[in-house]
């Protein structure tokens, strides 16, 4: 699977749109990207995925470059719940589902 | 929808004994489960996936006789610490993908944290 790399923190105030990036410079073409999140001493919660096009749910919106070598996670507007850590994954679609979680980035949405 | 449990959700035992860790998916048939392990300040690291009515397979330096994972029923899997040791203290969170849907994503479990005295 792809590797995936994202900034270790971000900042954002809230009510503003939080941007987090991920590059998967590495990914191929049956690899979708997925996003989750964890807040602290909880289990993961799916946000979003994509294969190719832009995708937006009540959530978040995620949009994958043309050559999907990198992605961006919008939060459009930003509350302090949305505190957490943010995961991309790359995934292949027929490697049993397996996920293979990098690093993350912290956001912290500050008042 | 779409919802996994675990139970417990917090156990403390003495070293050298075994604890069973529960995952249920509640509202759906799991094909598979996976297992994943989380020391503090850590990303999630999967140790294992389960298929329902096979052996589990695990990922690389993940002892199978230490972390024992049954898928006996399509929506349970249980992973058993063998005699635990303080290092194996960790936050297992356990995942499931709907049966019948290969593009699913995983739902994850809200995590069972396990303190070795």
């Known amino acids: 699977d792809a590797k995936t790399t994202q900034p270790p923190s971000m900042d954002c105030a809230e009510g503003r749109a939080a941007n987090l990036p991920c590059n998967h410079s590495?990914?191929?073409?049956?690899?979708?990207v997925y996003w989750y999140r964890q807040i602290h001493s909880q289990g993961p919660q799916y946000i979003i995925h994509?294969?190719?096009n832009n995708e937006t749910n009540e959530m978040a919106s995620l949009i994958i470059t043309e050559d999907r070598k990198s992605s961006t996670l919008i939060l459009p507007h930003a509350t302090l719940r949305d505190t957490a850590v943010y995961y991309c994954?790359?995934?292949?679609?027929?490697?049993?589902?397996?996920?293979?979680f990098g690093s993350g980035t912290k956001l912290n949405v500050k008042p | 929808g779409a919802v996994v449990s675990q139970h417990p959700s917090w156990v403390i035992c003495k070293s050298g004994t075994s604890v069973k860790i529960e995952c249920r998916s509640l509202?759906?048939?799991?094909?598979?489960m996976f297992w994943y392990r989380q020391f503090p300040k850590q990303s999630l690291m999967l140790m294992a996936t389960?298929?329902?009515?096979?052996?589990?397979?695990?990922e690389q330096g993940v002892e199978k006789d230490k972390f024992l994972i049954n898928h006996a029923s399509l929506t349970l899997s249980t992973l058993t610490v063998t005699s635990a040791h303080p290092e194996d203290s960790s936050f297992y969170i356990c995942?499931?993908?709907?049966?019948?849907?290969?593009?699913?994503?995983?739902?994850f479990g809200p995590g069972t944290r396990l303190t070795v005295l």
């Open positions: 995942s499931a993908t709907r049966r019948g849907r290969t593009t699913d994503t995983q739902y």
């Open positions: 590495t990914i191929s073409g049956n690899e979708y």
């Open positions: 994509g294969l190719k």
């Open positions: 994954i790359v995934r292949a679609l027929y490697n049993f589902n397996k996920f293979y």
């Open positions: 509202d759906f048939q799991a094909t598979t």
């Open positions: 389960s298929n329902e009515g096979s052996k589990a397979t695990y």
